[in-house]
Nanobody, 119 residues
């Protein structure tokens, strides 16, 4: 079965940085584009970053552009998001997602989520 396991969340002060990791298993990871979504209480789920397969092209929501960087290490079946200059508005549960379509924010498998709190 497909498993996506996030780690690296925590509580930090505004202006700090965090790096989230997602370990993928149960499928051929490097054949799929990957993404990070987030959801804060009372807010809609938001796609924040995604990365293509062979091209390595990356895409970001305007709210995180210039602050977040998504990357992948195919040898380790792992996708990362480096989050810099964190703001209280970034507080959310962050999900690792196997993206189901190109060119749009979508997913067919989701991790359990990891909490990020910025104060």
């Amino acid at each position: 079965e497909v498993q996506l396991v996030e780690s690296g969340g925590g509580s930090v002060q505004a202006g700090s940085s965090l790096r989230l990791s997602c370990a993928a298993s149960g499928y051929t990871y490097n054949r799929n584009r990957m993404a990070w979504f987030r959801q804060a209480p009372g807010k809609e789920r938001e796609g924040v970053a995604r990365i293509a397969t062979g091209s390595g092209n990356t895409y970001y929501a305007n709210s995180v552009k210039g602050r977040f960087t998504i990357s992948r290490d195919n040898a380790k079946n792992t996708v990362y998001v480096q989050m810099n200059s964190l703001k209280p508005e970034d507080t959310a549960v962050y999900y690792c997602v196997r993206a189901s379509k190109g060119g749009v924010w979508s997913g067919d498998y989701w991790g359990q989520g990891t909490q990020v709190t910025v104060s």
